[in-house]
C-alpha cells in the first residue's frame, strides 16, 4: 500500500509513532493543463536532500523534531473514490496528531480533508485560483473543484481563500453567495496585516505552489502571474501554527527543480512550525 522513499524528506528518522506523519499522495488525474503532479513528491524530496535541515528562521534543526516520512500512497490512476479508499485505509493505520501531505494536484485536498473534516475549525486555501466550480469538465472532483468541495464538508464559514488572482464570474458570483471569506492578492498588496492574520488562525492549511510568482515556481499545472515572491509568505511563518498541511501542484519530473527547490524550503519551515501546535 506505501511506497517508502529512497530517503525521507529531510533525512527524519522513519518511526512508527511520531507527532508529524509525512505522506505522498501522487495523484493528478484531475490536471487540465500541464500535467505531471503526480511526481510532486519524489521532487519535494529529492530537493529536501539537496537542503540544508537547519532553519535560519527558527534557529532549529528539522531532524530534531518528531517527524516520520510513511512515502508515498500507491494511487489509482484516473479513478479518484479508489484513490480515496486507498488514502482513508493508509490514514487510518497511522497513528499521528499531524499531517503534511505532499501532491499531487489539489483534487488530493478534498481527499485529505475528508478524513479530517471532524477536526478542522478553520481552512486556509492558499492558491493562484479560486477552485470554486461546482464541476470542471464534468468532474466533481476536479482540482477547479477543491474549495467548493471543502465548503461542502465542513462549511463555507470555516474556509478563506488567500492570494488568488484567476476566477470566472460564475465563480465570484459563487464565492460571494456562499458568503466565502476571501482575499485576492491585490487585497493583500493593499493592506499588509492581511496575510499573517488569516495565516495564524489556520488549523489547516492548503498551498497550491502556484500562489507564488511563476518566477520562482514556473513547473505547475496553472501558473498565473502576479503572485506572492517567497520571502512575502515566508517572513510569517513564525506566527502560524497548523495541524494539517498540504504542499500540491509541483509539476515536474526534473531533478533540478526550482519549483521542488521552493516547495522543499517551505515544507521544512512548515514542519517547524506545526512542531508548535
Do not use: C
Not at 2 to 29: H, R
Not at 133 to 158: A, P, Q
Not at 184 to 202: G, Q, R, T
Not at 205 to 216: A, C, G, M, R, T
Request: aromatic share 10%; net charge negative; charged share 30%.
Amino acid at each position: 500500500m506505501l511506497l517508502m522513499p529512497i530517503k525521507p524528506l529531510f533525512g527524519v528518522k522513519t518511526q512508527e509513532k511520531a507527532d508529524i506523519a509525512v505522506i505522498g499522495i501522487p495523484y493528478d488525474s484531475s490536471q487540465s493543463f500541464f500535467s505531471g503532479a503526480k511526481f510532486g513528491p519524489t521532487a519535494i524530496r529529492l530537493a529536501a536532500n539537496t537542503l540544508e535541515e537547519y532553519s535560519f528562521i527558527f534557529r532549529k534543526d528539522v531532524r530534531d523534531l518528531s517527524i516520520s516520512d510513511w512515502g508515498d500512497i500507491e494511487v489509482s490512476v484516473g479513478d479518484f473514490m479508489k484513490t480515496k479508499k486507498r488514502v482513508f485505509d493508509v490514514l487510518r493505520g497511522i497513528n499521528a496528531e499531524k499531517y503534511l501531505f505532499l501532491g499531487g494536484d489539489h483534487s488530493v485536498t478534498i481527499i485529505t480533508v475528508d478524513f479530517l473534516k471532524d477536526k478542522i475549525k478553520r481552512y486556509v486555501h492558499v492558491d493562484a485560483h479560486a477552485d470554486f466550480e461546482d464541476e470542471y469538465l464534468g468532474n466533481k472532483f476536479s482540482h477547479d473543484s477543491t474549495l467548493r468541495r471543502v465548503g461542502e464538508m465542513i462549511g463555507f464559514e470555516k474556509i478563506t481563500l488567500l492570494g488568488f488572482r484567476s476566477a470566472s464570474i460564475k465563480e465570484l458570483k459563487a464565492l460571494e453567495d456562499f458568503e466565502v471569506e476571501t482575499y485576492s492578492i491585490f487585497d493583500i498588496l493593499d493592506d499588509e496585516e492581511i496575510l499573517p492574520n488569516v495565516l495564524k488562525k489556520a488549523d489547516y492549511l492548503s498551498i497550491d505552489i502556484d500562489v507564488f510568482e511563476p518566477s520562482y515556481a514556473p513547473e505547475v499545472g496553472n501558473p498565473e502571474p502576479f503572485g506572492f515572491t517567497p520571502i512575502q509568505f515566508i517572513k510569517h511563518i513564525r506566527e502560524i501554527s497548523p495541524r494539517y498541511v498540504d504542499i500540491v501542484e509541483v509539476t515536474t519530473t526534473k531533478m533540478e527543480s526550482i519549483t521542488a527547490i521552493l516547495a522543499a524550503t517551505i515544507a521544512r519551515e512548515i514542519l517547524i512550525a506545526m512542531n508548535k501546535s
